[in-house]
C-alpha cells in the first residue's frame, strides 16, 4: 500500500477502456503483509484474480498460516485498493487454504532470498 493512503494510477498502456485483469494484479502488488512487508503477489499469496463483465472483481488469497491473525487487515487493503479504480463495482476477497502456502515454490525469487529459502 502506498504510504500516504492513495492508489498508484496503474496505466491503461495508453488505451481507454475497462480496467485489465493485468492491471488488477499490478494493484495487488501494492498490498502488504504486515508481518513481513513483502507484497502479497510476491509472496504468493494471491491465487486467482477474475474481473466480469459487472466491473466485480473476485480475489483468491491465502494468508501465511491459517491462524494469522493480520487476514481481515490484507482482505482490507485489498478490498480498498482495487474499489478505488474507475469500472470497478464491487470486489470480493476470498480467503482460501487450498493449496496450502509454500514459499518454496510460491514465493517470487527476491522473497525467497530474502527469507533465506533456497
Known sequence: MTTDGETQAVE??????PVKVEQLWEVLKQVQDPELHMGIVDLGLVYNVTLDDYGTVSIDLTLTSPGCPIGPMIQGQAYHLLTQLEGIEDVEVNLVWDPPWDPRT??????KLALGIW
Do not use: L, R
Open 106 to 111: 510460491m514465493a517470487s525469487d527476491e522473497v
Open 12 to 17: 491503461a498502456d495508453e488505451q481507454e477502456g
